[in-house]
């Protein structure tokens, strides 16, 4: 290990009633690092967050009450002082227990219902959080219909452009077929939430405060040796309706699968339904988002805002269309969806 890392590390656990033994270097991404360190009490995992302190002390705050009200995640090993963090030459450190587990798997139906579940159980055990600091690090609840808006911008922006550009290539065109067809989905999913029942949904959740993951994926879950899920990553944690992480795993999954399936989605939303049970006016919430096109936006802002400058052309390309079979294939699944949602909603 770098010396400096060395030097870095031990610095910080001396904050904390430990004894360091070997540190590992797992990962490090500039404003991010993470470091396995064996002690006198075993391995602890330690990371460089970039945030600040009141970001921090929430998710310290969050991971607390989130392990209060029965979720698995791995505690926040406190100072000497009863700090939750370490501010070290402006940056700042927290400490956290190991766990150990296997990585869920969405093809395994077991595991995808236990992610469903455990990522119900999340959203309930989150209700009624208050910020210590009186301020959220991140309430995307009320920005739903100004941050569509202004993907559809962006998406004529792009159109008006490439339609005056000559030299179009592979993605451009592809672009050009299918961007009218997914700005219409687009306008369909506003004007589902223009319903009085999202803007009530999102009043009484002002009140009431739930918290989203936003990455409540298997890259961030374990299962451990007696099957329970255990939940990482409380980076990004935000206040919004539960809708938000139902949607994101829902486009994973299916986007692996390549195609919607009606009989999984149910079999998942019945999972959810089972721990934290939404109306059906909730439900067509739901389907209102995942009738946004989430995914062709997010592979086209990649490629024409340079977010994946090291992707080979023929990736982007690939992608898009794997984007695009997956958004095309939705439209006869979210409808029978609705005419079943009593399935859901009375799934006891």
Request: charged share 25%; aromatic share 12%.
């Given at each position: 290990?770098?010396?400096?890392?060395?030097?870095v590390?031990?610095?910080?656990?001396?904050?904390?009633?430990?004894?360091?033994?070997?540190?590992?270097?797992?990962?490090?991404?500039?404003?991010?690092?993470?470091?396995?360190?064996?002690?006198?009490?075993?391995?602890?995992?330690?990371?460089?967050?970039?945030?600040?302190k009141?970001?921090?002390?929430?998710?310290?705050?969050?991971?607390?009450?989130?392990?209060?009200?029965?979720?698995?995640?791995?505690a926040?090993?406190?100072?000497?002082?009863?700090?939750?963090?370490?501010?070290?030459?402006?940056?700042?450190?927290?400490?956290?227990?190991?766990?150990?587990?296997?990585?869920?798997?969405?093809?395994?139906?077991?595991?995808?219902?236990?992610?469903?579940?455990?990522?119900?159980?999340?959203?309930?055990?989150?209700?009624?959080?208050?910020?210590?600091?009186?301020?959220?690090?991140?309430?995307l609840?009320?920005e739903?219909?100004?941050?569509?808006?202004?993907?559809?911008?962006k998406?004529?922006a792009?159109k008006?452009?490439?339609?005056?550009?000559?030299?179009?290539?592979?993605?451009?065109?592809?672009?050009?077929?299918?961007?009218?067809?997914?700005?219409?989905?687009?306008?369909?999913?506003?004007?589902?939430?223009?319903?009085?029942?999202?803007?009530?949904?999102v009043?009484?959740?002002?009140?009431?405060?739930?918290?989203?993951?936003?990455?409540?994926?298997?890259?961030?879950?374990?299962?451990?040796?007696?099957?329970?899920?255990?939940?990482?990553?409380?980076?990004?944690?935000?206040?919004?309706?539960?809708?938000?992480?139902?949607?994101?795993?829902?486009?994973?999954?299916?986007?692996?699968?390549?195609?919607?399936?009606?009989?999984?989605?149910?079999?998942?939303?019945?999972?959810?339904?089972e721990?934290?049970?939404?109306?059906?006016?909730?439900?067509?919430?739901?389907?209102?988002?995942?009738?946004?096109?989430?995914?062709?936006?997010?592979?086209?802002?990649?490629?024409?805002?340079?977010?994946?400058?090291?992707?080979?052309?023929?990736?982007?390309?690939?992608?898009?269309?794997?984007?695009?079979?997956?958004?095309?294939?939705?439209?006869?699944?979210?409808?029978?969806?609705?005419?079943?949602?009593?399935?859901?909603?009375?799934?006891e």
């Open positions: 290990m770098d010396a400096i890392f060395e030097e590390v031990t610095r910080v656990i001396s904050h904390y009633p430990l004894e360091v033994r070997q540190i590992y270097l797992l990962s490090y991404k500039g404003k991010k690092a993470v470091w396995s360190i064996e002690t006198n009490i075993g391995e602890v995992i330690l990371k460089k967050v970039p945030f600040n009141d970001h921090i002390t929430f998710m310290v705050h969050a991971i607390d009450y989130l392990r209060n009200n029965g979720i698995q995640t791995p926040v090993i406190k100072t000497h002082s009863g700090d939750g963090f370490v501010k070290l030459d402006e940056e700042y450190f927290v400490l956290f227990e190991a766990v150990y587990g296997k990585s869920p798997e969405y093809k395994f139906e077991n595991d995808l219902l236990l992610i469903l579940k455990g990522m119900a159980a999340f959203h309930k055990a989150s209700k009624g959080i208050e910020s210590p600091t009186g301020k959220f690090p991140s309430f609840l009320t739903w219909k100004t941050d569509m808006q202004k993907r559809v911008e998406l004529l792009w008006k452009q490439l339609s005056q550009t000559k030299d179009k290539n592979k993605f451009d065109h592809q672009f050009l077929t299918l961007v009218d067809t997914f700005l219409k989905q687009a306008q369909a999913s506003l004007n589902r939430l223009n319903d009085p029942s999202f803007d009530r949904w009043d009484e959740t002002k009140v009431t405060k739930t918290l989203c993951h936003q990455d409540f994926a298997a890259g961030n879950l374990a299962i451990g040796s007696k099957g329970s899920l255990y939940v990482f990553d409380m980076d990004s944690l935000t206040v919004d309706i539960p809708v938000r992480d139902m949607r994101k795993i829902l486009n994973k999954v299916m986007k692996k699968a390549a195609a919607w399936d009606i009989e999984l989605m149910i079999k998942m939303m019945k999972a959810y339904q721990v934290n049970p939404l109306t059906k006016e909730q439900y067509l919430i739901l389907v209102a988002d995942i009738q946004f096109p989430h995914l062709f936006y997010g592979q086209v802002s990649k490629y024409y805002e340079n977010r994946e400058a090291k992707w080979p052309f023929k990736k982007h390309v690939d992608r898009l269309n794997k984007m695009i079979a997956t958004e095309l294939s939705k439209e006869s699944v979210l409808q029978e969806f609705v005419t079943r949602l009593d399935e859901v909603v009375n799934h």
